[in-house]
């Protein structure tokens, strides 16, 4: 394996394409757990409404419509090989402009707020932050985590991320010796909790381990990575399924046995005084894909 090198004009283009694809078509693993949940189903509202999930999903990708109104925030974890030099830019500033240009190329809803207080604040009406025309030259505001690895490849895993789903996620601090119990129940809790905001059926991401904010990292980095094999974390992961499912309040908050699709847990070496776990969850559009460049 030798140095290599990669222009910011193709990462550019990767992440145009990245994007367009997820913004108009579910994942094909989204589409057969959909499936797989309404051959489930016995609930009638339930299986209509995961009926008009699916035909959403197919006229989405038919006309190459937004899968939601709300097209997301995007967020992005690049692995960076170690050997591979970018030329032509620096990477946060190579996505947020193709993130711009993606967002005019598909018509992408403006959904992010520059100034986070927004009226609250005393900003002169004339600042206007963050026009969409603005944002074709000057780059969309978006979410980078970005780590170095062995190699001459750039990974990069994408999500547009709802904020009705991300409104929902939770992170508790747990005493070292809290039982499995009390951590699934916190988990359980927490996406049961949520009803129908995150417009459900969900994909759960947990983190388990770390430190307070990268364990919450963690849990979104478990929605968009593949899944793992460890045989402890799968049993974990289907238990606490089965437990979401039962006391979970169906499609959409509304009906039926169908809350969550999949749970996903990262784990990561934590100080012996504490037990962070995070709760991230993911709507049924579940927007994510990845790319090896
Ligand atoms: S949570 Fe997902 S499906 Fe619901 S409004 Fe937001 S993006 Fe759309």
Known sequence: MGLRTVSAAEIREQVIGAIGEICCRPTPETADLLRAALNREKDELARDMLQSILL???????????????????????????????????????????????????????????????????????????SSAARATSGLPFILHLDQVAGNRLT????LKG?????????????????????EDFIVRTVVEAGGKPCPPVFVGVGIGGDFESCAILAKRALLL???????????????????????????GCAGSTTALRVSILTRPCHIASLPVAVNIDCHAHRVTSRVI
């Open 56 to 130: 959403n999903h197919q006229i989405a990708a038919e006309e190459a419509l937004p899968l939601c109104q709300d097209t997301g925030l995007l967020v992005v974890f690049a692995e960076l090989g170690s050997e591979l030099l970018i030329t032509g830019g620096i990477l946060p500033e190579i996505i947020s402009a193709a993130a711009a240009s993606a967002w005019q190329k598909f018509y992408l809803r403006d959904s992010i707020a520059p100034d986070p207080l927004r009226g609250k604040t005393l900003l002169p009406p004339e600042a206007k932050p963050g």
């Open 156 to 159: 990069l895993h994408l999500a």
């Open 163 to 183: 904020g009705g789903a991300e409104n929902c996620g939770a992170l508790q601090m747990f005493n070292p010796g809290a039982s499995l119990g009390e951590i």
């Open 226 to 252: 593949p899944p793992h094999n460890e045989p402890d974390l799968q049993r974990m992961e289907r238990r606490l399924l089965d437990r979401i499912n039962l006391r979970g309040h169906g499609v959409m």
